[in-house]
T-cell receptor, first 114, second 115 residues
């Protein structure tokens, strides 16, 4: 079984500041990890994914995440926040090569202050 | 590609009525997933299919919920009878199992309100 914990249901940063969204996972098998973004009244869009290759993963819109097995973490970062980054962010885990259903965290609402 | 298509986008119904949500996956994808999103419980996997066969329905909350995939291009999620606690956004997603790309592509969702 897998589980995901996202620390902080709301994160507020200033425009241009570093974005850090935290995700810790639990998995009995090597995990596949994902970050999705959801804009209001829309579906989920994949930002990036870890599938046992490079531990530092680069995604769209300037986001990246680092897989740390020793810390069971997969935190999402972006060096400089933009107003358009305001959205809900979900960390998710799956096993089975990623072909199984996703287990999502509760989500983190990112607020960008002008 | 049109992406994952879901219909209707919004559904308002009264308690006790039957509700059917529809999903058309991306052409060529062989895995299909149904998720539910609520404020209280977040995003939950309800059921998923591989090659039209249900693999894991442990997330289906009750016998009132049923899902079918009669062919590779169509799936339904049915709630009968519906209850107010079923109010949620229901997402369908599809992926191509067996490839190195494990991405699930999500539809826009169906917002269900049960009065």
């Amino acid at each position: 079984a897998q589980s995901v914990t996202q620390l902080g249901s709301h994160v507020s940063v200033s425009e241009g500041a570093l974005v850090l969204l935290r995700c810790n996972y639990s998995s009995s098998v090597p995990p596949y990890l994902f970050w999705y973004v959801q804009y209001p009244n829309q579906g989920l869009q994949l930002l990036l994914k870890y599938t046992s290759a490079a531990t530092l993963v680069k995604g769209i819109n300037g986001f990246e995440a680092e897989f740390k097995k020793s810390e069971t973490s997969f935190h999402l970062t972006k060096p400089s926040a933009h107003m358009s980054d305001a959205a809900e962010y979900f960390c998710a885990v799956t096993a089975g090569g990623g072909a199984d259903g996703l287990t999502f965290g509760k989500g983190t609402h990112l607020i960008i202050q002008p | 590609d049109a992406g994952v298509i879901q219909s209707p986008r919004h559904e308002v119904t009264e308690m006790g009525q039957e509700v059917t949500l529809r999903c058309k996956p991306i052409s060529g994808h062989n895995s299909l997933f149904w998720y539910r999103q609520t404020m209280m419980r977040g995003l939950e996997l309800l059921i998923y299919f591989n090659n039209n066969v249900p693999i894991d329905d442990s997330g289906m909350p009750e016998d009132r919920f049923s899902a079918k995939m009669p062919n590779a291009s169509f799936s339904t999620l049915k709630i009968q009878p519906s209850e107010p606690r079923d109010s949620a956004v229901y997402f369908c997603a599809s992926s191509s199992r067996g490839t190195s790309d494990n991405e699930q592509f999500f539809g826009p969702g169906t917002r269900l309100t049960v009065l």
